[in-house]
């Protein structure tokens, strides 16, 4: 499998646009998870989705952040306005079964915001 | 609230030396610790993955050791080679059954040819 694939890889915009992040998760997982990392506050869940479901969006900072899962392969995060504190990098991730057993990261989206 | 700490925050040793992380978390209910790696750049790697029921893990020079009762795991990497520089964190769920993992800050290695 090519793992979890992110795109874009880098993005820089301009404050007050819209960002829209993909995921494609590894084939047969049922958990796919939204982390953004930044170094003041390191690694924090955004998100995360079981069987295409949201589950827990109570890391979503704001309601400028929403994110979907319209079918077992595909994933969204958007920010819409963005603002230069969103500048981060944003990692989806998936992993199969019960939540909490191996997961497995994508490379992570380099989001800049200007 | 579980929380994750990292000791120390960064870690410079020469080649060849053994070396341990340490990974410490406030609620000792965990159902399992995972160590990952994570280059310059790049994602996460999960290196190694401890179920509560068990004490340790091993992958070829990495082990990993779990003491849920103090609340602590440390990762022993042996005969440390640069190729092993990079962040090291460890996480574990935020409840006993869920995907929600809570991340320490990491710990970045600089092993010196």
């Known amino acids: 499998d090519a793992g979890v694939i992110q795109s874009p890889r880098h993005e820089v915009t301009e404050m007050g646009q819209e960002v829209t992040l993909r995921c494609k998760p590894i084939?047969?997982?049922?958990?796919l998870f939204w982390y953004r990392q930044t170094m003041m506050r390191g690694l924090e869940l955004l998100i995360y989705?079981?069987?295409?479901?949201?589950?827990?969006d109570s890391g979503m900072p704001e309601d400028r952040f929403s994110a979907k899962m319209p079918n077992a392969s595909f994933s969204t995060l958007k920010i819409q306005p963005s603002e230069p504190r969103d500048s981060a990098v944003y990692f989806c991730?998936?992993?199969?079964?019960?939540?909490?057993?191996?997961?497995?990261f994508g490379e992570g989206s380099w989001l800049t915001v200007v | 609230k579980q929380e994750v700490t990292q000791i120390p925050a960064a870690l410079s040793v020469p080649e060849g030396e053994n070396l341990v992380l340490n990974c410490s978390f406030t609620d000792s209910a965990i159902y399992n610790l995972q160590w990952f790696r994570q280059d310059p750049g790049k994602g996460l790697t999960s290196l190694l993955l401890i179920q509560s029921s068990q004490r340790e893990q091993t992958s070829g020079r990495l082990n990993a050791s779990l003491d849920k009762s103090s609340g602590r795991s440390t990762l022993y990497i042996a005969a440390s080679q640069p190729g092993d520089s990079a962040t090291y964190l460890c996480?574990?769920?935020?409840?006993?059954?869920?995907?929600?993992?809570?991340f320490g800050q990491g710990t970045t290695l600089q092993v010196k040819p």
């Open positions: 996480a574990v769920p935020g409840s006993s059954n869920t995907g929600k993992l809570i």
């Open positions: 084939s047969g997982h049922d958990y």
């Open positions: 991730a998936s992993s199969y079964g019960r939540g909490g057993d191996t997961i497995y």
């Open positions: 989705f079981n069987n295409n479901v949201p589950i827990d």
